[in-house]
């Protein structure tokens, strides 16, 4: 048996994995790509981008590998959710991809959720409440305030659907990333149709839905040497069960890689979790090939009246807001994560102190003035206090950076609080 290449893409880098019939890892490589943020509230990209992320990680995967493109007998394809991109009846985008971290579509999201009731929808798609983060706001956006190309298009695709379109030239979905969309249904597995008559959307401008694993294209072989030389059934046989194993493999992969990604990741707001910052923090720190490490600590202020006010889920929904500001906030090669609690921390390679203070006041401004659960009829208002510890100013190691980030961060808490300190 070959070799399987798995794809991931993701908000920012799209990642490639080489892997052997056993599950194991040979290789990976990524590449990023960077946000577009015209204007308040939206966050775009070329849909292209995602594709030549593809190509160049592939191939330097296979590369780093050691194998050949022809022993790639099979491809495995997953990405992030709600990412919406319209394309023409040839696949082609017709502008921008938004981003699921785009709030444009707030009225949107709100005239939904007037529109459904939150137990309907809940039953239906398994999505609690609704947003402007799910494709269904996004779409609404877009027949509202781009009609021609909301009528333009031949499908809505997510980046799963697009990247699967570029390989196979089918339009194929699955319901594991369509499941938070708001126009999928989880207990029929097709479309939901209320949702679509709202929307004045046909289901044939969205993708065909297959079961996620499904085999969505083929692998052509063949056999060098005379057009007559054809296979045996026994060679045909042998191919069959070389295609069973091969699937089995793609599905423990993706298991394994899904397992990993949660154990890296905060399950509520998607950042990386308190390890995998502590890892990369230190990892960083021990190469020899770095300046300046600057880290941001930040601790909500006011975050606890609104768990007392409103719930849990209020104070969750909070959370994961804050993680979508902070995310549209940081650069490319910025390290961001929740570090427990409602307190988030930022590592900045290559940045003194004062260029930390630049990017922790741009997002101390984006936290103040953001209003916070607007889609529940809420619209909190909440502020940050930051503290910034730099290498090799004021400590050495990863511990030292963290204890004189926390403590600059805590002289702003008992000031005044909503403001930004930098260590001595």
């Keep these: 048996m070959g070799h399987l290449l798995g794809i991931d893409a993701g908000t920012t880098s799209l990642k490639a994995g080489v892997f052997d019939a056993d599950g194991t890892t040979l290789a ?25 992320a593809l190509v160049h990680a592939a191939a330097r ?51 939904l959720a007037r529109r459904f009731d939150a137990t309907a929808v809940y039953a239906a798609t398994g999505v609690p409440d609704v947003n402007p983060t799910w494709t269904a706001s996004k779409l609404l956006w877009l027949k509202r305030h781009e009609p021609e190309r909301f009528a333009d298009a031949a499908r809505f695709l997510l980046v799963e659907d697009l990247l699967l379109h570029r390989l196979t030239g089918r339009f194929v979905t699955e319901g594991g990333v369509q499941c938070t969309t708001l126009l999928y249904d989880i207990r029929t597995h097709r479309w939901w149709e209320p949702m679509l008559d709202v929307l004045g959307l046909d289901p044939g401008r969205l993708p065909e839905i297959a079961a996620p694993g499904e085999v969505v294209g083929t692998l052509n072989i063949g056999r060098i040497g005379a057009e007559e030389a054809h296979f045996t059934e026994h060679e045909l046989e ?31 707001t998607g950042l990386r979790n308190h390890g995998a910052f502590q890892q990369e923090l230190g990892a960083l ?14 601790d909500l202020d006011g975050f606890k009246s609104i768990n007392d006010q409103y719930g849990h889920l209020a104070g969750s929904g909070t959370l994961t807001e804050v993680g979508g500001i902070l995310a549209l906030g940081v650069r490319e090669s910025d390290i961001l994560a929740r570090y427990g609690g409602d307190e988030f921390v930022v590592v900045l390679p290559e940045t003194p102190a004062s260029g930390a203070l630049v990017i922790a ?60 300190e930098v260590a001595v």
């Design 28 to 52: 990976v490589a990524g590449e990023e790509y960077r946000l577009l943020t015209p204007a308040a509230d939206r966050a775009e990209i070329d849909p292209d981008r995602y594709w030549q």
């Design 61 to 111: 995967a296979i590369e780093l590998a050691g194998v050949r493109s022809a022993d790639i007998d099979a491809i495995a394809v997953s990405s992030q959710g709600e990412t919406v991109t319209a394309v023409a009846a040839d696949g082609a985008p017709l502008g921008p991809a938004i981003v699921w971290l785009d709030n444009r579509a707030r009225a949107e999201a709100d005239e």
């Design 238 to 268: 042998l191919t069959k069960l070389f295609a069973g194993q091969a699937s089995l493999a793609l599905q423990n992969a993706e298991a394994h890689r899904a397992a990993e990604v949660r154990a890296r990741h905060d399950a509520l």
């Design 285 to 298: 720190l021990a190469s020899d090939e770095h300046g300046p490490v600057s880290l941001l600590m930040l």
């Design 361 to 420: 006041e741009r997002l101390r401004v984006a936290i103040e003035q953001h209003r916070f659960l607007e889609p529940q009829g809420i619209a909190a208002r909440i502020s940050a206090s930051f503290g910034i510890a730099t290498y090799p100013d004021h400590a050495l190691s990863p511990e030292g950076l963290i204890q004189k980030a926390d403590q600059a961060m805590y002289r702003v808490k008992e000031r005044d609080k909503n403001g930004i």
